[in-house]
C-alpha cells in the first residue's frame, strides 16, 4: 500500500491562502499523476485540479482556475494545492489522489483514482 499523507489544511478567513501539501514516502510520487479531489458537506467529491505523471501538464476545475495552483517538488518528494482568494464555497475536505495512468483523464472522476489520501480539511469563514 502506498503511503502519503496530506496536510495544511485549518481556519481561513474568506480572501486569504492555504498551501495544501501531499507528501509521499516509500515510492516515487512523481511517477503518478495527482489530484485533488474536494468534497463539501452534502456534496459529492469532485476534482478541481491534476497534475499529469507524464508532463506535469495541470487541469482545473472552473470554480478555481486562476485561484488555485498545484505543483509538484521532486526533491520533497511531494505535490502541494496553493489555494489564493478563496470563498467559503471552497470548503471541505481535500482529497491527495493517486493514478497510475499517466496522463489526467480530466475531468478526473473518483474511479480514476487508484489511491486515496485520508484528506485535510479545509473551512472558510471569517
Known amino acids: 500500500q502506498l503511503q502519503f499523507v496530506e496536510s495544511g489544511g485549518g481556519l481561513v478567513d474568506p480572501g486569504g491562502s492555504l498551501r495544501l501539501s501531499c507528501v509521499a514516502s516509500?515510492?516515487?510520487?512523481?511517477?503518478?499523476?495527482v489530484s485533488w479531489f474536494r468534497q463539501a458537506p452534502g456534496k459529492e467529491r469532485e476534482a478541481i485540479s491534476c497534475?499529469?505523471?507524464?508532463?506535469?501538464?495541470?487541469y482545473y476545475a472552473d470554480s478555481v482556475k486562476g485561484r488555485f495552483t498545484i505543483s509538484r517538488d521532486i526533491a520533497k518528494n511531494a505535490a502541494f494545492l496553493e489555494m489564493n482568494s478563496v470563498r467559503p464555497e471552497d470548503s471541505g475536505v481535500y482529497y491527495c489522489?493517486?493514478?497510475?495512468?499517466?496522463?489526467?483523464?480530466?475531468?478526473?472522476?473518483?474511479?480514476?483514482?487508484?489511491?486515496w489520501g485520508k484528506g485535510t480539511r479545509v473551512i472558510v469563514s471569517p
Open positions: 489522489a493517486l493514478d497510475v495512468w499517466q496522463k489526467c483523464d480530466w475531468p478526473m472522476r473518483r474511479d480514476d483514482v487508484d489511491y
Open positions: 516509500g515510492f516515487t510520487l512523481s511517477t503518478y499523476t
Open positions: 497534475s499529469s505523471g507524464r508532463d506535469f501538464s495541470q
